[in-house]
């Protein structure tokens, strides 16, 4: 069993060691940027490319295989909180599949991470374009709506272009997946920014119902200051 949990992560870790041989003799490309920086890549570039994706379907054993584990280390490394490494990871998966909006996915929400929300949003958009009503998708793209609006120095119609399309987004993944503490968390966040914290606190109450402990110690820390948990009925 350990041996079957590990795998993925030597996996990568190998590939990622490749890749930063492969460097050497195509260096100036950013792996640690969507799509290795966006710019143009000479014949070395692209031939190291091709060695790294071959070297990737051999370990792994298909295309499918070698996505699959990929985009499991990068999301792996969003959650210990590195996005500059997940986004490593994530180039490798669009290496294999150049159009899968699963990549989009993960790099939009490695950008949510560093604060680059303009950029995230332009990449949830073609992501949910191409990967219509999934509602993880969606609560992602909702939770990135939110930190827009929160954001920078905005007016509060400004601010509230952006949570009204969190909670459109989060409406929508609702009714896809009515079970997913996320959307209640998110849309519990929206609240808050909107000071109507009593909400908040119902949207929290549905984010436990479901899954006890997934909101944010600091979340409810934050929102305890401005209004004490309401008592159970």
Known sequence: MFKRAAQPFVFAALLLALCATLALA?????????????????????DADKKIVGEA?????????????VMQNGWAQLKKGDAA????YFNLGWLIYPKSPD???????????????????????RANQLKPRDPGLLA???????????????????????????????????ALQPKNPMIYNNRAIVR???????EAWHEVSRA???????????????LSARMPRPKSK
């Open 140 to 174: 992602d793209y909702g939770y990135a709506c939110i930190w827009k609006g929160a954001s920078g120095d905005k007016t509060p119609d400004q601010r509230n272009v952006f949570f009204s399309r969190a909670l459109l987004l989060l409406q929508q993944a609702e």
């Open 26 to 46: 195509a260096p100036a490309v950013d792996d640690t940027q969507p799509f290795f920086g966006g710019g143009e890549k000479t014949p070395a570039q692209q």
């Open 103 to 125: 990549v989009l996915w993960g790099f939009a929400t490695a950008l949510t991470r560093q604060q680059k929300f303009d950029e995230a949003l332009l990449l949830f958009e």
């Open 192 to 198: 808050f920014f909107q000071a109507r914290y009593a």
């Open 85 to 88: 490494t997940g986004i490593k």
């Open 208 to 222: 436990e119902a479901i899954a006890p402990g997934s909101v944010d110690p600091q979340f409810l820390r934050d």
């Open 57 to 69: 379907i051999k370990r792994a054993g298909s295309p499918e295989k070698a996505f699959e584990l």
